[in-house]
């Protein structure tokens, strides 16, 4: 929800990075804030999961221009795993499988390191498996899913509810959910959307990379942004992403009115 | 390789030190009479100088193996000197007695042996280059009728024993590294359980290196008795030097009837340094015979350290219902290479065999398995598994999987699983993103990889198998 009182968690400008020596953004500006949901729609190819992808870090990609701010400090000093540890949390559109790493000592790591770099207690195994199980219940999974490797075998619907305990278990500032709706069937769907619904607050935000407006049936956004070509070519609100559901993206250029641009 | 991988792998080697203690060194060369005069220093009965100069003999005749996937120069066998033994001050009767010196080496390998043998209930045999300074424990196990000593005061006073199966699974003309261990051994250990007896406690040696340019040629002669068994950890580390070092130890297990012989080693022999200087050739013949009906063999190694390993710890599996198991994690990083694996003899009727090897290369290292599983025509009902996981460190290392199955029965079963996997930087953002740095990571996913085979070592050795990975792998992603 947008709040008159929020702060400022991520402040995008200007970006631009390259992989390979190809540029595949070309001038993103964005400005989130705390408690909004933001969704980024377009093409194939459009740049949306390179943009997360350098949000989090990955060590692929360049950044040539522009600055990132978040929380008011300079997100592009920081190593990925820093920036996880600060409260960027990416729930990727394939998550990796592990073979050999059970799920319960993977989440226990990644949790204790983050609340340790939090100046938070960590957990001990015992104490870890009560607080993982009860987060469980609300993406309703099964508990044999502590014991199996990390998201080895597991189906597409199960991989991406294992993103979004992950999220719940870290609680990150911001939450950017990478195409978690594909390979979702319907219900899988509703346990995904419920899931991030209960995570959001007024404290946090969430940035949701989709091609379809069926997502955001269930996670209602504040505002919609369409990338083509590494940069957002359009901001709306809710009503933007029916549009585009409706008329395709081509109606875009057909439209040019509110073009590029901040948000906010 | 990413900086980080780099920074993993770069580490240097934690045991690299030399101790100050005098080194009694035989003149450098092999021929007969540096033979006689091994024999003489340990002063041996005729029957063991038969032996060596009959396996000196075999080994003129013989040469060395180049089948292996490994390469490196020429090996000058009259530069080795064959013997060297820690010159002692006095006749020990203790540990108290033991050189200071000997004992802080110790202390800094992490090795207090005789706090850590009584804490732990380990009696610990520790052979120092090739004489044996002390043993512990040897009384409470006396009790039990089970001799644990080195292989020198064996030939002294048990010299049946010795004379009756040194040789009997490993003979003296078996390969070129095994004629000459029983051409030159110096020192080793030797177990036996007798009949009915279980060990009560783990049995354990460590190894050390010290003398440079000096060969080892360690003797290990384990026998369990009718219904006997015993669990046997051997360790090594050794200090760091610029010229390679020849390491060709003989291993003989014989298990008769219900007996179970277990025996687990980690291996950290100096690996040279990150651009391939120096390094121990660790060039080991191991094999166990399953004598009697419903005996088992079981090898599980942890094989980290030496600049070239060539190695096969091997079964054969002549008892009906015997039992031979496999168990190996072979790390190379570097200029490492590796060429091990093991050999199933299946030769009993309803005899089983388990193989599992995981292989993990970093660096510019290369690792082999090479596993033999064969089925004679009198072993019927034989079944063998195996299974050969080789996991990639970066992308400038090797794997590779050599198997060779030859099956003579009918109504044998083997099967053969292999798979290679990588650590990619994919499963290394994944972690980064959770908050996990590359160095945790890795050893988070390298111990996955192996935890099937760690779990098969007493529960110490593997909390120091497991230390040891991570520590070998440092710097090896990124």
């Known amino acids: ?264 | 390789m990413s900086a980080v991988l780099q920074n993993l792998v770069n580490q240097p080697y934690r045991h690299g030190f030399v101790t100050d203690i005098e080194s009694e060194i035989a003149p450098k060369g092999l021929n007969e009479e540096t033979i006689r005069l091994i024999s003489a220093k340990k002063n041996e009965p005729d029957w063991l100088l038969d032996f060596r100069l009959k396996a000196y003999q075999k080994w003129l005749t013989m040469s060395e193996p180049s089948w292996q996937n490994v390469h490196y120069p020429k090996i000058d066998f009259q530069e080795i000197s064959y013997y060297a033994a820690p010159k002692p001050k006095k006749k020990l009767a203790s540990m108290d007695e033991v050189d200071p010196e000997l004992l802080r080496t110790f202390e800094k390998l992490g090795v207090p042996m005789h706090e850590r043998a009584a804490l732990a209930g380990v009696a610990v045999d520790v052979v120092f280059d090739s004489v044996s300074v002390a043993t512990t424990y040897k009384e409470k196990l006396a009790e039990l009728g089970i001799i644990f000593c080195s292989i020198s005061e064996a030939v002294q006073k048990h010299p049946d024993l010795v004379r009756e199966y040194i040789g009997a699974v490993v003979p003296v003309g078996d390969n070129f590294y095994a004629a000459l261990n029983s051409a030159v051994f110096t020192d080793g250990s030797f177990c036996y359980i007798p009949k009915g007896i279980k060990c009560p406690m783990d049995l354990s040696t460590y190894f050390r290196i010290n003398t440079e340019g000096s060969g080892q040629f360690e003797r290990t002669l384990v026998i369990a008795e009718e219904g006997a068994s015993v669990s046997y950890l051997e360790g090594c580390t050794a200090p760091q030097f610029d010229t390679n070092q020849l390491h060709a130890a003989v291993v003989e297990l014989i298990a008769m009837d219900n007996a179970d012989i277990k025996y687990s080693t980690v291996q950290n022999w100096y690996a040279g340094d990150e651009n391939g200087i120096g390094g121990i050739y660790n060039f080991v013949t191991k094999r166990g015979l399953a004598k009697g009906v419903n005996s088992r063999i079981s090898w599980t190694q942890v094989e980290t350290g030496a600049a070239i390993t060539w190695k096969y710890p091997s079964c054969i599996l002549r008892g009906d219902n015997s039992v031979g198991e496999f168990y190996s994690v072979a790390v190379t990083n570097h200029h490492q290479q590796a060429d091990t694996g093991t050999k199933m003899i299946h030769l009993g009727k309803n005899t089983r065999s388990t193989i599992i090897s995981k292989g993990i290369s970093a660096g510019k290292s290369n690792s082999s398995y090479r596993g033999l599983v064969r089925i004679a025509p009198t072993a019927e009902n034989a079944r063998n598994f195996s299974q050969c996981d080789s996991m990639l460190v970066g992308n400038q290392c090797g794997a590779h999987t050599f198997p060779y199955i030859q099956v003579r029965n009918h109504s044998a079963k083997v099967e053969h699983e292999a798979s290679t996997s990588k650590i990619g930087e994919d499963q290394l953002f994944y972690f980064a993103q959770r908050g996990i740095d590359a160095e945790e990571a890795v050893s988070m996913i390298v111990n996955g990889f192996c935890k099937e085979v760690f779990q098969q070592l007493p529960m110490e050795f593997a909390v120091e198998a497991t230390k040891l990975l991570s520590f070998k792998l440092e710097g090896s992603v990124g």
Do not use: C
Not at chain 1, 125 to 133: A, I, Q, S, T
Not at chain 1, 237 to 245: D, V
Not at chain 1, 246 to 252: I, K, R
């Open chain 1, 1 to 264: 929800m947008i709040n008159n009182d929020s702060q400022t968690i991520l402040d995008v400008q200007n970006l631009h990075a390259s992989t390979q020596g190809a540029e595949i953004l070309k001038g993103i500006n964005l400005t989130v804030k705390s408690g909004e949901i933001h969704a980024i729609m377009g093409l194939n190819g459009s740049g949306k999961s390179t943009f997360a992808k350098v949000l989090a870090g990955h060590p692929d990609y360049e950044v040539t221009q522009g600055t990132i701010q978040f929380e008011q400090h300079d997100l592009l000093a920081l190593s990925s795993e820093e920036r996880a540890q600060a409260g960027i949390f990416l729930a990727f559109q394939y998550p990796i499988e592990i073979p050999g790493v059970a799920n319960s000592q993977f989440l226990r790591l990644a949790y204790n390191t983050v609340q340790t770099n939090r100046g938070r207690e960590e957990l001990d195994p015992l104490e870890f498996d009560d607080f993982v199980r009860e987060k469980m219940k609300l993406l309703e999974m099964k508990p044999d899913f502590l014991d199996r490797s990390v998201n080895e075998g597991f189906s597409g619907g199960e991989k991406k509810r294992n993103e979004i305990l992950q999220m719940a278990l870290l609680e990150p500032k911001l939450g950017i959910l990478d195409e978690t709706d594909s390979g979702l069937d319907i219900d899988a769907l509703k346990i995904v959307a419920k899931g991030v619904n209960h995570l959001s607050n007024k404290d946090n935000a969430i940035i949701l990379i989709t091609h379809y407006q069926r997502l955001l049936e269930h996670i209602v956004p504040d505002y919609v942004h369409v990338m083509e070509a590494g940069r957002i070519i359009r901001t709306g609100g809710k009503e933007l992403a029916l549009e585009l559901e409706t008329h395709g993206y081509d109606w875009l250029h057909n439209n040019p009115k509110n073009s590029a641009g901040a948000s906010a």
